[in-house]
């Protein structure tokens, strides 16, 4: 990413849960704005622990911008934490 723009944005999540490379996946994003963003390809995918909770951080992309995106798995709740220029 050349240019990040750090958030702290909830946004909905429509994600696909089953088997394969990753169990889940988020497939498209509401921002509090209103704009939809279509994720077209999963990135890192990685597990952070913050105190007691699991956090699981995906870095996704729409093919126009890079996000990072991160599930609280004890509150269920996602945040849009990072968006950054594609180079």
């Not at 990413?1 to 088997?19: C, I, T």
């Not at 990135?43 to 995906?58: E, K, M, N």
């Not at 870095?59 to 996000?67: E, L, M, N, R, W």
Request: aromatic share 8%; proline share 3%.
């Amino acid at each position: 990413m050349e240019s990040e723009l750090f958030l702290n944005e909830r946004v909905e999540v429509v994600a696909r849960f089953g088997a394969g490379r990753h169990p889940c996946q988020p497939v498209k994003f509401r921002r509090a704005s209103g704009r939809e963003v279509v994720v077209s390809e999963i990135g890192l995918v990685h597990p952070i622990v913050r105190g007691r909770r699991l956090v699981h951080a995906f870095d996704v992309t729409d093919g126009q911008a890079d996000y990072r995106l991160e599930f609280d798995a004890e509150r269920l709740t996602w945040r849009l934490v990072m968006e950054g220029d594609r180079m």
